[in-house]
């Protein structure tokens, strides 16, 4: 009866989030990626980006999660980053470094 | 020769020592010749837990340092034939006892027994990796939460990475009163989370409690329904087919009619 009426006010179980959170930390687990690993690979993205793009820095994340792989049902870990652009550098800026 | 298991998890206190002793005792009642070794070195509890601490003279660090033959240090169980111990000693630490030693003296006690059953330290430390040594086949303990999972995990990955390969799962512990309100993950739900084959689940009953303060396993506890499905774990280690006991019985009148009219699919 408690899962109907979870269903119906639409309120996740304790055990379905404990089983969202224990997928996302075993793949950080395996990936051993720790968040300062995570840091330094934002960081090197952004000096990569901003050379051609102006970006919101403070909005910028970089994340690891799952996605489907190509076997069904199957899961990998992805690195995903959402990077939200400001406006792109003007071309003839661009071809000015170019020519240096 | 015998098989060697090694009977391990990440986080303690899951079960480890309580596996070891039913599942080893039930194979020895199935006429089997078992040894079970207590590789938790500094810490030992399999001793209690079997209700043979006052039999002890010499332990595994006697033997590898050669104060005592193997089979002087292993304590016949009288209750039941072909049951042994080999106690871990409680003075010294974990490194008292190499891979390469504890590898050896596997290889020397398999000659005689069917079954050697290591009875593993918690965590991935040394003591770990000695235990491991010289087990050709692990099985993996967890509980359904959350920091016994996780640990689980990381054991299967370490098991997979000194080439103890297809370890199989016992999940301790489980409540269906919980698991049917939502507030416990199901065997589903872990193996989907750790993707390695399920040699059985117990149920978590008070009996483990009173069995264990008496020294009993209880394996031998005929109305125990977590000695029930010991028991079943020991015959599948044998080979035999055995269904995992289901959640099914357990769903109570209310629960069978809400399957049967296809309520219950989530």
Known sequence: MFEFFNKFFNKQSSKDIAKERLKLVIIHDRANVSPELLELIKNEILKAIQKYIVI??????????RTPSEQKGEFVPA???????????KTEILNNEADD | MGEVYVITSGKGGVGKTTTT???????????????????????????????????IVFDIVDVVEGRCKPKQALIKDKRFDGLYLLPAAQSKDKTAVSPEQMKALCEQLKEDFDYILIDCPAGIEQGFKNAIAGAQKAIVVTTPEVSAVRDADRIIGLLEAYELHNPKLIINRIRFDMVKRGDMMDIDDILEILSIELLGIIPDDEKIIISTNKGEPVVMDEKSRAGQEYRNIARRILGENIPILSEEENLGFLGKLKRFLGLNNS
């Not at chain 2, 002793?21 to 590789?39: E, F, M």
């Not at chain 2, 399999?46 to 039999?55: A, I, K, P, Q, W």
């Open chain 1, 56 to 65: 919101d820095d403070k909005l910028l994340e970089i994340q690891i999660t």
């Open chain 1, 79 to 89: 690195l995903i980053a959402n990077i939200p652009i400001k406006s792109v550098k």
């Open chain 2, 21 to 55: 002793a039913n599942v080893g005792t039930y194979l020895s009642v199935l006429g089997k010749r078992v040894l079970l070794i207590d590789a938790d070195i500094g810490l030992r509890n399999l001793d209690v837990v079997m209700g043979l601490e006052n039999r």
